[in-house]
């Protein structure tokens, strides 16, 4: 009698455990799902953006006020390449939870990449910068936005704690890229991981030059 | 030339004028403003001095010195300054009750840019979930596996 009752309780404590692991994994697989779906959406958008921009450009009606305009939180903005660890991913407006699950966000209200300012781009540490530890100085970055597009080296890379204020404006076009420290897949995440890249010459156009320089 | 006669009376009245001239203004409160007369000068106990010194010492705050008045400047105009204080920039000698209460670390996030912003929060309790579900389904399975025995 009691072991059949022991027995009883372990099937149901097993049959509990399955329910509450698959739910486990359905929660997290449905949100990579999503996150994989989106960013296949957002590279969707960032091409056919690419091409509207560039038959503007060739009708020769794009002009700097309308590309300025504010992005709409959750758009693409630009595109991000880092060789060294094979990254080419598509940079979503906004750092909030279904941006990040998406894709590299821009933090709202930095600079875009080219532009003159400090462009914030910030990744989870277990997505898409899984490997953003593995750059040193020196490592080079590429940037592409409907009106710019060059290269980027790694000037800085330091680690500060969570509440440390890190990102401060730059009167000089400047990419800082963060995510949490230490890149880990478990446990808390009390600092960041904080790299910062200046434009090197000679692989912007002329016209990103100018908007880096402030003059438009 | 002419000889003043000088007789008492007339020196008498002299000196009157002179000593009325010179003590009026400090019976008047400096009316005149051709001399002002110099405040007493006080009295210094120095019992009551060596009291009131220690009761000053007492109730004050603090004592500081300011040496770097750019990061002072910049803390007054809600700059954040990148420098790190070093031990010679600010002293502060306070007593211990009075000591500014340590900043609680606070679950702050990031969502839009701003000058001495903070990184944005990019930690995700996805991967733990994951592994938390796949191995609590492996466990349940096993359990669900054994027979139950017979007795």
């Known amino acids: 009698m009691f072991r059949e009752r022991a027995d009883v309780a372990v099937r149901v404590g097993a049959a509990s455990l399955c329910v509450v692991g698959a739910t486990l994994v359905a929660l997290a697989g449905g949100r990579y799902a999503i996150g994989s779906y989106r960013a296949d959406v957002a590279r969707r958008l960032w091409d056919e953006r690419q091409a509207q921009a560039l038959v503007a450009q060739a009708r020769d009606r794009a002009t700097i ?51 003159t300012g400090n462009a914030v781009i910030s990744a989870h540490r277990d997505r898409h910068f899984s490997r953003l530890d593995e750059l040193q100085l020196g490592d080079t970055i590429r940037t592409e936005t409907t009106q710019s597009s060059g290269a980027w080296v790694i000037v800085s890379r330091r680690v500060v704690g969570r509440e440390t204020p890190a990102l401060f404006q730059s009167k000089e076009p ?18 960041r991981l904080i790299l910062s890249a200046k434009p090197i010459a000679g692989t912007w156009a002329d016209g990103a030059r100018a908007r880096m320089r402030g003059d438009s | 030339m002419r000889r003043i006669p000088v007789t008492l009376r007339s020196a008498t009245t002299a000196m009157t004028l002179c000593a009325a001239t010179l003590l009026m203004p400090a019976a008047l409160s400096a009316q005149f403003t051709t001399f002002v007369a110099p405040p007493r000068k006080a009295t210094v106990d120095s019992a009551k001095a060596t009291v009131a010194v220690a009761k000053a010492r007492a109730d004050s705050v603090a004592r500081m010195t300011l040496s770097d008045m750019k990061a002072w400047v910049d803390s007054a105009a809600g700059v954040s300054s990148t420098q790190v204080a070093s031990a010679s920039d600010t002293v502060m000698t306070s007593a211990p009750a009075m000591a500014p209460a340590e900043r609680q670390p606070t679950d702050r996030t990031t969502t839009t840019f701003s000058n001495g912003a903070i990184a944005p929060n990019t930690a995700s309790p996805l991967p733990a979930y994951l592994v938390a579900g796949l191995a609590a389904l492996i466990v349940g399975t096993l359990l669900l596996r054994i027979r139950p025995r017979r007795a």
């Open chain 1, 65 to 115: 006020a309308a590309s300025f305009q504010r992005v709409a939180t959750g758009a693409p903005v630009a595109r991000l390449r880092i060789p060294r660890i094979r990254l080419d991913e598509i940079v979503i407006e906004g750092v909030g939870d279904d941006e990040l699950n998406a894709g590299p966000g821009h933090l709202p209200g930095s600079a875009l990449p080219g532009m």
């Open chain 1, 174 to 191: 400047l990419l800082t890229l963060t995510t949490c420290w230490p890149v880990r897949y478990f446990g808390s995440a009390p600092d």
